[in-house]
């Protein structure tokens, strides 16, 4: 049972933008955070960015300024419009909803590749 379908990535030159996108199971957006991770090529996964149900906003210190996390939830998605792109910024992208404390799962989705060319 698919929870999380993210789609938006792709290659782009340095400088470009993506916006990536996180549909979500109503069950499981809800008005919980949401986060973005992302895993580049021998790296571990780390945290973008995360919202929380409440529209507050935290991004790690690499991303402050260029990358915007925002959600719909009429449309239970989430967003990373991602501006001035880097060739580091070259990563799996994940979409995460961490939902342990209320029961059930930790759910990722399947990731989406982002490829940012010099």
Not at 6 to 11: A, V
Not at 31 to 55: D, F, H, N, S
Not at 110 to 116: F, M
């Amino acid at each position: 049972q698919v929870q999380l379908v993210e789609s938006g990535g792709g290659l782009v030159e340095a400088g470009g933008s993506l916006r990536l996108s996180c549909a979500a199971s109503r069950s499981i957006f809800s008005t919980g955070t949401m986060a973005w991770y992302r895993q580049g090529p021998g790296k571990q996964r780390e945290l973008v960015a995360l919202i929380t149900g409440g529209g507050m906003t935290n991004y790690a210190d690499s991303v402050k300024g260029r990358f915007t996390i925002s959600r719909d939830n009429a449309k239970n998605t989430v967003y990373l419009q991602m501006n001035t792109l880097k060739p580091e910024d070259t990563a799996v992208y994940y979409c995460n909803a961490d939902r342990r404390g209320f029961g059930m799962n930790n759910y990722w989705g399947q990731g989406t590749q982002v490829t940012v060319s010099s």
